[in-house]
């Protein structure tokens, strides 16, 4: 945990009962904005060497624009918060 700091993008949860099971509902686009201001300035804190970030959402809230899984996933580029930016498939999708 020293070398490691864990954020959500959105800081809200949705869920929908299904079953006996919560079904996790993704965040609006209106959402995603409203929460930027905060995600931005914990990274600006923060200031990631690697920042990983696990799905669309986490993606969208860091680039600040919606981009298709299949042309970022895997790959490192630069954006405004880490030299190192990683996307990756949230583990809820797998």
């Given at each position: 945990r020293e070398e490691l700091y864990l954020t959500n993008a959105v800081k809200g949860f949705k869920w929908l009962p299904k079953k006996h099971m919560r079904w996790h509902k993704g965040a609006s686009l209106s959402e995603v904005a409203t929460c930027r201001p905060w995600l931005k300035q914990e990274l600006e804190l923060v200031k990631p060497e690697i920042l990983v970030c696990l799905g669309r959402t986490a993606a969208h809230s860091v680039?600040?624009?919606?981009v298709k899984m299949g042309d970022v996933r895997g790959k490192f580029f630069e954006t405004q918060f880490a030299k190192k930016t990683i996307i990756?498939?949230?583990p809820a999708s797998i």
């Open positions: 680039l600040g624009k919606m990756l498939p949230h």
